[in-house]
Nanobody
């Protein structure tokens, strides 16, 4: 089992920044991929950013490339999502996820086994 707890969401104006954190515990060492996903009302859950634990490669959705950065602190078992130049269309519930059967580019939500409870990000224009 893997437990994931997100934090850091909030409300910001367009152009602002937020950093999301995901504290992981349990059998995280067997996860192939860890990533951030988001879901806006009425829309499908989409992969935002992820990394492959086997080699450390990172992957991003085209809509966030150059603005979002995923990183990890192994000592703290924490994954971060730094979000800069936020846009109103980034408004969504953001989820951290870990996958035992997920593989690069690690952005397919159906490949993930474990999910956090989510943290809301709201960007106003």
């Amino acid at each position: 089992q893997v437990q994931l707890v997100e934090s850091g969401g909030g409300s910001v104006q367009a152009g602002g920044s937020l950093r999301l954190s995901c504290a992981a515990s349990g059998y995280t060492y067997v996860s192939n991929c860890m990533g951030w996903f988001r879901q806006a009302p009425g829309k499908e859950r989409e992969g935002v950013a992820a990394f492959y634990t086997g080699g450390g490669s990172t992957y991003y959705a085209d809509s966030v490339k150059g603005r979002f950065t995923i990183s990890q602190d192994n000592a703290k078992n924490t994954v971060y999502l730094q979000m800069n130049s936020l846009k109103p269309e980034d408004t969504a519930m953001y989820y951290c996820a870990a996958g035992h059967r997920s593989y690069p580019p690690c952005l397919a939500h159906y490949e993930y086994n474990y999910w956090g409870q989510g943290t809301q990000v709201t960007v106003s224009s």
